[in-house]
């Protein structure tokens, strides 16, 4: 599926970012010029994972068709990320929502510098999102992940941001930050770190 948003999941699925990749292969064919939402591996780009093995449902949501929700209220747009994704309950209680932003580095020594801008872009960006009525009446817990999907997990997130303002900020407000390439659906409530299984591993050539 393209750009479309994706409810009711209840298997894994993957997120990439085309926009770098179509700039550098204008005459491949690719799903979507931007986000999208696969259901299998394209060995082309990496991707970033959430796995469900207990095929909970939830819903994925591309930022790019909402504008609206990150939208300043002088009318600007504020950077936002890839894509939001909500767990469905069916009963009272928390569901977890998670902000992803994905990085596409051309050289190693360019994550840190990712990293940094993908944590500066969070903070307004899930605030702005927050407001829009879909989001309202639940009680979430917020999780922002940040990933470089072409590139292992090399160092802890906090090595190169730890004393970054925007960080504590977002610990301060309970949101829990994420570095990493996969997440596991644990439950309605929780999503935690994974490593990427192999069947959706990235082979850089």
């Known amino acids: 599926m393209g750009r479309e948003d994706r409810e009711n999941v209840t298997n894994d699925l993957l997120v990439v970012d085309y926009t770098d990749y179509v700039e550098t292969h204008p005459q491949e064919l690719v799903q979507a010029n931007g986000v999208c939402f696969l259901d299998a591996p394209d060995n082309r780009i990496g991707a970033f994972c959430f796995l469900n093995p207990s ?9 790019e068709g909402h504008q609206a929700w990150y939208t300043r209220e002088d009318g ?18 928390k569901r977890w929502l998670a902000f992803l932003e994905l990085k596409y580095p051309k050289k190693e020594e360019a994550i840190p510098q990712n990293m940094l801008d993908a944590l500066d872009k969070f903070e307004e960006c899930i605030n702005l999102v927050l407001r829009q009525e879909q989001f309202q009446g639940n009680e979430f817990r917020i999780y922002a992940i940040a ?9 802890p997130f906090g090595s ?9 900020s977002l610990k301060d407000k309970g949101i829990a930050l994420i570095y990493g390439n ?3 659906i644990d439950t309605t409530e929780f999503i935690s770190l994974a490593d990427v299984p192999a069947r959706f591993k990235y082979s850089r050539t």
């Open 55 to 63: 095929h909970l449902s939830f819903d994925a949501l591309n930022l």
């Open 160 to 168: 190169f941001v730890y004393n970054q303002d925007h960080l504590l």
């Open 76 to 93: 600007t747009l504020a950077r936002n990320c890839e894509c939001v994704c909500r767990s469905n309950r069916a009963t009272l209680g």
């Open 147 to 155: 990933s470089h999907p072409e590139y292992a997990q090399s160092q």
């Open 182 to 184: 996969a997440v596991k």
